[in-house]
C-alpha cells in the first residue's frame, strides 16, 4: 500500500486513479509520494519516507526542488497539461489591451432612458480599438505554452518572433515554421508591438524585464506576464508607464502598487484556472506519481 500525502484540492479526476486497495490519501505522515497544486513546501520538514513530489501545474518555484534533489526526493510537474488555458486567456488579454472591451461595456451600463440604442452609437467613437493583425507579438519563452500563443498569433495575423536561449533554431522551426527565431532578447525588445513572457521563475530569470529592458522596447509597446511574478520588475513598469515610455502591462499577479492604473490591468492569477486545466493537470500528476512509485519510472505520455 503507497501512501500519498496531498495538500490542496486535487481535482478527483485525478485522485480517482488512486485506487482504494493499492493507495491511502493522507492517512500517514509517512507518506510515499506527495502530490499538490500551489501549495508551498519551503517550510515542510519532508519526513524520510517520501521519494516523489508531483506538482499538477507546471511552475515548480512552490517546491525546494534544490533541496529535494539533494535527499534523493524527485520532482515532477505537469507541463503542457494546462498549457491551452493560459494560452486562451494571454489571447483574450491581447485582444482586451486593443479593444477597450471592458470599458465599453461598463460605460453602456450607465445609459438611461429607452434611446439608449441612439445614445450608444453616438458615442461610441471613444471606444474605438485597434487590431492585431499585422502587429508584431514577441513571445520570450518557447515551451508548451509560449509555442502555442506563437502559433495561434500567427492566425490570428500577426507577425511572431520568439526568443528563448535554451531552444535551438531546429527545434524552433520544429514548434512553429511560422515563428522567427530571435537570435536575443534585445531583437524582441527593439522590435515588437507586443512582448508576452513564457519562462519559468528562476535565479537566471528572476528580474528578466527590468529598467534596461523596459528601454529598449518601443514606447507603444505592451507587456505581458503570465508566467511568474518576479520575472518582471514591476517598480521598473509602473516608472516606465508613467514616463510613457511603454504603453501597457497585463500581469496574471497581483501586486498593490500595480492596481487601479489605467494602464495595467492585474488578474488574480487566472492563467490556468479553467476546469478542464485542473483535470488534466490532476490526471498527469496523478498518472506520473502512480507510475514512479509502481514501477520506478517517469514517464509523461
Ligand atoms: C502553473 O504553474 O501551472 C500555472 O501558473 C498555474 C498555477 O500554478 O495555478
Known sequence: MFQIKTFNAIAPEGMSRFEKENYAINESELPDGILLRSQKLHDYAFPKSVLAVARAGAGTNNIPVADCTKKGIVVFNTPGANANAVKELVLASLLLSVRPILSGAKWVQTLTGTDVEEKAEANKKQFAGHELEGKKLGVIGLGAIGAMIANDAYRLGMEVVGYDPYVSVDTA?????RVQRAND??????????????????EQTKGMIGKPELAKMKKTAKLFNFARGGIVDDDAVLKALKADELAGYTTDFADEKLLHNEKVLVLPHLGASTEEAEVNCAKMAARTL?????????KRS
Open 173 to 177: 522551426w520544429s514548434i512553429s515554421r
Open 185 to 202: 532578447l534585445a531583437q524582441v525588445l527593439t522590435t515588437c508591438d507586443f512582448i508576452t513572457v513564457h519562462v519559468p521563475l528562476t
Open 290 to 298: 502512480k507510475r514512479f512509485l509502481t514501477e520506478g519510472t517517469i
